[in-house]
T-cell receptor, first 113, second 112 residues
């Protein structure tokens, strides 16, 4: 198992609400990437944080936002939740930049009703 | 941007047989190609990766080959076991965006 942890494990929200998901990176890693995995699909890149700065963003609207803290843990915030936001949200940590090996956390299962 | 296609979407083999999963990518600047195994309800687990400066890499029963000219890479599992049953994802990165772009996955079933 990797040292990447995520909380909460499961979450149920209603349309229009806001949600915050958390990720603690593996010791020694300074980069966190967030992915959305819909049922039966591969993970889709949301954004990446490297040393507290956004370091790339996928094709997701601005209501998906993030943050990285000085200890390199990270948050994913989603505003104005929509039914299609229901998915497994995965974070992955790596030691530097964009192309280093990424290790995934267990994910947060978000259900939007 | 980068696009990764993965085939087949499902693969069923007998225990002890070999399994091969193939992926193609579109961005010639991509230089890192990992493979992940995801069991039901669990996190994607890195099983092997390859960088563009090598053509093949092996780790026990698992091997990955890369053809940069054709822009495709493959996962080979030999002597398959029931515990190899899972969804396997290929990915590519290092191109213009640098993040991991995943294929849609292959559900591998190994029958005892």
């Amino acid at each position: 198992e990797t040292g990447v942890t995520q909380s909460p494990t499961h979450l149920i929200k209603t349309r229009g609400q806001q949600v915050t998901l958390r990720c603690s990176s593996q010791s020694g890693h300074n980069t966190v990437s967030w992915y959305q995995q819909a049922l039966g699909q591969g993970p889709q890149f949301i954004f990446q944080y490297y040393r507290e700065e956004e370091n790339g963003r996928g094709n997701f609207p601005p209501r998906f936002s993030g943050l990285q803290f000085p200890n390199y843990s990270s948050e994913l915030n989603v505003n104005a939740l929509e039914l299609d936001d229901s998915a497994l949200y995965l974070c992955a940590s790596s030691s530097s930049g964009r192309t280093d090996t990424q290790y995934f956390g267990p994910g947060t299962r978000l259900t939007v009703l | 941007g980068e696009n990764v296609e993965q085939h087949p979407s499902t693969l069923s083999v007998q225990e002890g047989d070999s399994a091969v999963i193939k992926c193609t990518y579109s961005d010639s600047a991509s230089n890192y190609f990992p493979w992940y195994k995801q069991e039901l309800g669990k996190r994607p687990q890195l099983i092997i990766d390859i960088r563009s400066n090598v053509g093949e890499k092996k780790d026990q029963r698992i091997a990955v080959t890369l053809n940069k000219t054709a822009k495709h890479f493959s996962l080979h599992i030999t002597e398959t076991q029931p515990e190899d049953s899972a969804v396997y994802f290929c990915a590519a990165s290092g191109g213009s965006q640098g993040n991991l772009i995943f294929g849609k996955g292959t559900k591998l079933s190994v029958k005892p």
